[in-house]
């Protein structure tokens, strides 16, 4: 066969290949000017239909990819209409649901080259594909979603830590004219420089009824950030082990669970764990307080 001839079969080839494509189950709505289309990656973060418009006002067309057992997600957007589009993945298991909608992203620019494509996800793993689609000279972008509400959980360690430094403040106060005479009792002790933990139990010892400092206020700041790294190390890998379906649901117990876990010194203490989960997406938390997990 010569090359022609070869050219004529693969262009043959190609536009069979093209009726196929054609006839596929994904639908693609005409309209006039540039489609804009909105892909929500719907495990990570579940924005309303006002949240999304306010993202992305152009949007044209969504597209909510959801795992098996989320139901009922394409009604929350009455106002597209026929131009809401639920993607329900074939089966759960890592990164599953990226795949996906990596596949349907692919498809719609070879379909529309001058349409947008923006991906509403605060994961990061989307980044390389999406850098990628532009080399290639299309127009994606990606959108962080729920900033709100890790501010709102934020807000409420400052009380509990003002109350947590009030208690000890009184402490100290009440163990005034015991700690004075601590010096006097062992004055050999100020010299020796000795870990201030260990210090703190040497003049509770020297003195009968005085209470020793809290060690937190006294340890290097070093220390208390390397335990802090630790703690989040040590979130991170228990919920990476905890099965699925046995996780908490919910950001109340999911609190209470990081702070039994991992022995957190307060509760002010575990929040800043969950806030650091978000903000890494490792989790996300919708405004009914749910939580979905990217582990």
Known sequence: MDLAALQARLRLFAAELLQVADQTAIVLHAGPGIRTHVFVDWENVQP????????????????LF??????????????????????????????????????????????????RVVVLSNDKGYGPMLDHAKQ?????????????????????????????????????AAAGPAAKAAPKAAPKA????????????????????????????????????????????????ILTKVPPATRPRKHARLLAYVASRVGAASEAHALEMLDRLV??????????WNVSYRL
């Open 48 to 63: 309303s239909e006002a949240e999304c418009r306010a993202l992305v006002p152009e949007a044209t067309d969504v597209w």
């Open 66 to 115: 959801h795992g098996p057992n989320q139901k009922t997600v394409g009604s929350r957007y009455p106002g597209f209409g026929e131009r809401v589009t639920e993607v329900r993945i074939a089966r759960t298991g890592k990164n599953a649901l990226d795949f996906h909608l990596s596949f349907y992203l692919g498809y719609i620019v070879s379909k529309q080259p001058d349409a």
């Open 136 to 172: 290639l000279g299309f127009t994606t972008s990606q959108s962080g979603f729920g900033a709100v509400k890790v501010a709102r959980v934020a807000r409420k360690a400052p009380a509990r830590k003002a109350a947590a430094k009030a208690a000890p403040a009184k402490k100290r």
């Open 190 to 237: 100020a010299p020796k420089k000795t870990p201030a933990r260990k210090s703190a139990s040497l003049k509770a010892a020297a003195v009968p009824g005085a209470k020793a400092a809290p060690a937190a206020k006294a340890a290097p700041a070093g220390r208390v950030a390397a335990s802090a790294k630790k703690s989040f190390e040590q979130v991170l890998a």
């Open 279 to 288: 903000a890494e997406g490792k989790i996300a938390v919708d405004e009914k």
